[in-house]
């Protein structure tokens, strides 16, 4: 669904782009490599995931994708920002403790 185009960035995921100086472009281009860290199928909003990618200079970016409740697309970028390395585990892929 994202490699195919079929994508929208809430207002949300705006702003966390700008805050972390990151492009639409390289999260939307990194999906075919991301990481599922953690998934959601039933938040209340609709189905939704935590990624881990990569943005142009290789380095660690959550992502958190959404599918609105009750459609099969499209796919909605809800945020996307750097983790804080006091909250994750050297990888990025676990909440510490």
């Known amino acids: 669904m994202v490699e195919a185009g079929d994508v929208r960035i809430s207002e949300h995921g705006y702003d966390e782009l700008i805050n972390d ?9 990194g999906i075919g490599s991301a ?13 939704t995931v935590l990624l881990l990618q990569a943005d142009k200079n ?5 992502a958190v994708w959404g599918i609105p409740k009750g459609c099969d697309d499209p796919a909605v ?10 909250r994750w585990n050297v990888t990025f892929t676990e909440r510490k403790k």
Not at 21 to 29: K, N, P, S, Y
Not at 35 to 47: M, T
Not at 58 to 62: L, M, S, Y
Request: proline share 14%.
């Open 21 to 29: 100086d990151l492009t639409a472009r390289e999260i939307v281009g």
């Open 35 to 47: 990481v599922l860290i953690e998934d959601y199928p039933d938040f209340p909003k609709g189905a």
């Open 58 to 62: 290789n380095q660690p970016v959550h």
């Open 77 to 86: 970028l809800i945020t996307a920002y750097r983790p804080d390395p006091s």
